[in-house]
């Protein structure tokens, strides 16, 4: 494949890791590994490792009790840690946070993890070329190793509704969730069937005022809402 980038760890005194990246890959990133068991005399065949990685450009970190750990990306990292002979799936690590100072928001670059008295440490540049330092509260690696998130990826209900409002939900006694909130002067509905949304749609229009704070409740298959409206703040329903 025309091995580049090679990083070796090792595993114990006659075990090693080789972790390479293929030259002549048909994707942009395909890392492949090898194990030694006699300290190097032979080693296992290649195996491509860590495809949902998404970056081939790595680092292997050692933590604190010798672990293993992939470390890929900059801005955001990407994390997996070797655990019983095999790689734990990728996690997305956010790195952000606030000026002490000031308050203001900080983004970070060129984001770096080492391990400082057992504790994962980050190590980032501000976007004023300050140098931040983020030390880590919790075990690192139980979080690497812990069971996926059991919420779905974000489902949008609606895009670019301007003056959108916290909505209000309700679910009726058919399993479809309804949402609505006020945009401005229009109260706005959506659906979701547990498949597909439906929406959203504006259905009702304030001609003074705006359209604000609804809610929702389901009686015998009825959708019931009450909001506020009209240039006085009155209750419609």
Same mark, same amino acid.
């Given at each position: @494949?025309?091995?580049?980038?090679? @990083?070796? !760890?090792?595993?114990?005194?006659?075990?090693?890791?080789?972790?390479?990246?293929?030259?002549?890959?048909?994707?942009?990133?395909?890392?492949?590994?090898?194990?030694?068991?006699?300290?190097? %005399?032979?080693?296992?065949?290649? &195996?491509?490792?860590?495809?949902?990685?998404?970056?081939?450009?790595?680092? /292997?970190?050692?933590?604190?009790?010798?672990?293993? $750990?992939?470390?890929?990306?900059?801005?955001?990292?990407?994390?997996?840690?070797?655990?019983?002979?095999?790689?734990?799936?990728?996690?997305?690590?956010?790195?952000?946070?606030?000026?002490?100072?000031?308050?203001?928001?900080?983004?970070?670059?060129?984001?770096?993890?080492?391990?400082?008295?057992?504790?994962?440490?980050?190590?980032?540049?501000? @976007?004023?070329?300050? %140098?931040?330092?983020?030390?880590? @509260?919790?075990?690192?690696?139980?979080?690497?190793?812990?069971?996926?998130?059991?919420?779905?990826?974000?489902?949008? /209900?609606?895009?670019?509704?301007?003056?959108?409002?916290?909505?209000?939900?309700?679910?009726?006694? &058919?399993?479809? $969730?309804?949402?609505?909130?006020? !945009?401005?002067?229009?109260?706005?509905?959506?659906?979701?069937?547990?498949?597909?949304?439906?929406?959203?749609?504006?259905?009702?229009?304030?001609?003074?005022?705006?359209?604000?704070?609804?809610? /929702?409740? $389901?009686?015998?298959?009825?959708?019931?809402? $009450?909001?506020?409206?009209?240039?006085?703040?009155?209750?419609?329903?």
């Amino acid at each position: @494949q025309g091995a580049m980038r090679p @990083q070796v !760890a090792a595993l114990s005194e006659d075990e090693a890791l080789l972790l390479w990246q293929a030259r002549r890959a048909t994707t942009a990133c395909a890392l492949y590994q090898q194990v030694t068991a006699d300290g190097g %005399v032979t080693w296992s065949a290649p &195996e491509r490792v860590l495809e949902k990685l998404g970056d081939c450009d790595i680092a /292997l970190r050692r933590g604190p009790a010798g672990e293993i $750990v992939a470390v890929a990306g900059s801005g955001g990292l990407t994390l997996a840690a070797w655990q019983d002979g095999r790689w734990s799936q990728p996690k997305a690590l956010r790195a952000g946070g606030q000026d002490p100072t000031t308050g203001r928001a900080l983004a970070f670059d060129a984001v770096q993890l080492a391990f400082a008295g057992g504790q994962p440490l980050l190590l980032a540049l501000g @976007q004023d070329g300050d %140098v931040w330092a983020i030390l880590g @509260q919790a075990d690192l690696l139980a979080w690497i190793a812990a069971p996926p998130s059991p919420w779905s990826t974000p489902l949008a /209900l609606a895009q670019d509704v301007a003056d959108a409002e916290l909505p209000a939900l309700a679910v009726d006694e &058919e399993g479809r $969730v309804h949402v609505m909130w006020g !945009a401005g002067a229009a109260l706005m509905h959506a659906g979701w069937d547990g498949s597909r949304v439906t929406g959203a749609v504006a259905i009702w229009q304030a001609s003074e005022g705006t359209a604000s704070h609804p809610s /929702l409740a $389901v009686t015998d298959n009825r959708l019931h809402a $009450v909001w506020s409206g009209g240039p006085d703040g009155q209750i419609y329903y």
